[in-house]
């Protein structure tokens, strides 16, 4: 019996596509069935949470599976004018992000987690003005989250809790943005605020600096600190007190400097905070390192390095042995760098190990271990313990005396592929360095597969930045990389940038791969002049040229460059 109109094919189940795409094993599935049972949440949310699975993967592939277009909030700017069209309450209760608006047909584009909800999109279109229509996007949760805090803010009325704590009357508005409903004592809403809003700029830290008759608050953004606000000096002890209590700090000692670490959860987000104290003439001075575990690793293609340096770097990876070196002063990225390698190789097939002080971020699949020297467990015991636990990669933070330096090579002379950081000024500058901290050159000679030195430089604001000529000086600095007409561009300042005209940053990098010759050199005791010599024949760019690259791209301002960057000849040519 046969019939006109065919049946649809059935959809197919969602741990079906994961296993039929290979991104998911039978062991996983099963995994997350019985924490499905036990939850009774959604099986995709289940897959993220337990971090079998990448919230980027998993949004293309329903996108994919549902027919449904889907979006990265992380790397989509929405106008702020359409912003303003849905009040914060209403995306807030529904979990969703306005994304652009048609006038011509009325219809508003919103990114949600499940398109699917229907009932939802009712409720939506209900609130909003008659006749109008909305179109979905698919976006993952914590996207939706972050770009909620991006685009709304918190709204915590630092004015109605300082005002309160002065005059004893609830301040509703603050209570109401918290969001837990429930009453608490304005010093702790008025620490929480603070650092919901750090981690809303995206800053790095926090620094809570008592002077003569105030204090001073200053976020770390893109490197560079910035003062947000200042208070009386009557606000200090009690946020002292209340941080040292969340970081599990002695409160009652004030003359020796403390550390501490906490956990707070800022719109369905866990984010770590490392505290440190330090009692200064006017108080103690605080400072809290923000760790938000959510931000992921950034792949080595988005790290903004040239095409060259890109695939000398894969080459380097590609062998399978060897120490590579990532140099710079501290806050230059080698730790993201570091992570980003360490991704790329992440598979089944190895067993990457890491040695760390402290863990910053964790890694799936990926062993982790705190240096602790009161458990006698450094960097170079570390190293002989890790070697016995069958690696093929191996992650040592940082290379600081003889023994550590030894042990790494040692590691990467019987096979194994090692990772670590050192604190030069440039890639060439790693040889007498590790010379000079006591290493034999017949042990550098051959064992070193490449070395990486960076800095990171602040990106203008794609919103506001402004096209300018060059003046003589840049038009001279600049004439040697570029082709043809230099345009700059100049930071500005907007509400998405906060004023600043900067927004994230990407990374200067220099790389030498080495080989035959340089090992040859490295055993002759050649001199810096000498490796820099061998290294331009191979066609070596400096970390100044790369920062004239971004210049001229358009993507980096010439003062930013200088800031950061020696632009000496010698660095130049």
Request: charged fraction near 25%; include cysteine.
């Amino acid at each position: 019996m046969s019939t006109t109109n065919a049946d649809p094919p059935p959809r197919r189940r969602l741990g079906e596509l994961l296993l039929d795409g290979g991104i998911i094993s039978q062991d996983y599935l099963e995994i997350a069935l019985l924490e499905q049972k036990k939850t009774k949440e959604q099986l995709g949310r289940i897959f993220v949470k337990l971090g079998l699975v990448p919230e980027a993967i998993m949004r293309d592939l329903l996108g994919a599976a549902l027919n449904e277009e889907s979006i990265d909030l992380d790397k989509v700017g929405i106008n702020p004018e359409v912003v303003h069209l849905v009040p914060k309450k209403l995306v807030e209760r529904y979990r969703f992000v306005p994304v652009d608006w048609d006038d011509a047909s009325a219809t508003l584009t919103v990114a949600m987690p499940d398109t699917l909800d229907v009932g939802i999109q009712d409720k939506i279109r209900a609130r909003l003005k008659p006749g109008v229509q909305i179109k979905t996007l698919l976006a993952g949760e914590s996207e939706i989250g972050r770009a909620i805090d991006k685009y709304y803010g918190f709204e915590l009325s630092l004015d109605g809790i300082m005002r309160e704590l002065e005059t004893g009357a609830v301040d509703l508005e603050s209570l109401t943005a918290v969001g837990s409903g429930e009453f608490s004592h304005p010093m702790v809403r008025l620490v929480d605020s603070l650092m919901a809003d750090a981690v809303r700029r995206g800053a790095s830290d926090i620094h809570i600096e008592p002077e003569a008759g105030f204090v001073r608050i200053r976020y770390r953004m893109d490197g560079v600190l910035s003062e947000v606000r200042s208070m009386h000096r009557d606000y200090l002890s009690g946020m002292v007190v209340r941080i040292k209590i969340l970081s599990g700090m002695n409160i009652a000692e004030t003359r020796s400097p403390q550390d501490g670490r906490f956990s707070l959860s800022i719109s369905r987000r866990t984010i770590d905070f490392r505290v440190a104290s330090q009692p200064t003439t006017h108080g103690e001075n605080l400072v809290l390192r923000i760790l938000d575990r959510n931000k992921g690793f950034v792949p080595l293609e988005q790290l903004g390095l040239a095409d060259s340096t890109l695939k000398t770097l894969r080459k380097m990876l590609a062998r399978p042995e060897g120490i590579v070196l990532v140099t710079g002063p501290t806050g230059s990225g080698k730790t993201t760098t570091l992570y980003s390698m360490l991704h790329f190789l992440n598979t089944e097939e190895v067993n990457i190990m890491t040695l760390e002080d402290p863990v910053e971020y964790p890694m799936p699949m990926v062993r982790q271990t705190a240096v602790n020297p009161t458990a006698n467990l450094g960097f170079a015991e570390g190293i002989r313990s890790m070697l016995r636990q069958d690696p093929d990669i191996i992650l040592v933070g940082e290379i600081r005396d003889q023994d550590t330096a030894q042990m790494a090579l040692r590691a990467a002379m019987t096979g194994h592929k090692v990772f670590s950081t050192l604190h030069t000024n440039s890639a060439l500058g790693s040889f007498p360095r590790l010379l000079d901290i006591g290493v034999n050159a017949e042990i550098l000679s051959g064992n070193i597969s490449g070395i990486l030195a960076q800095r990171l430089v602040r990106k203008l604001c794609v919103h506001c930045k402004r096209r300018d000529k060059p003046t003589l000086s840049e038009r001279h600095m600049l004439e040697p990389e570029s082709q043809g007409e230099i345009v700059l561009y100049r930071p500005v300042g907007c509400d998405i940038c906060f004023g600043l005209g900067f927004k994230g940053r990407t990374t200067v990098m220099e790389v030498v791969r080495m080989d035959d010759e340089f090992d040859d050199l490295i055993a002759r005791h050649g001199t810096k002049g000498d490796f820099f010599r061998l290294a331009v024949q191979k066609g070596f760019k400096t970390l100044a040229q790369d920062g004239m690259r971004l210049v001229l791209q358009g993507s980096v301002s010439m003062d930013e460059i200088l800031r950061v960057l020696d632009l000496s000849p010698h660095n130049v040519a």
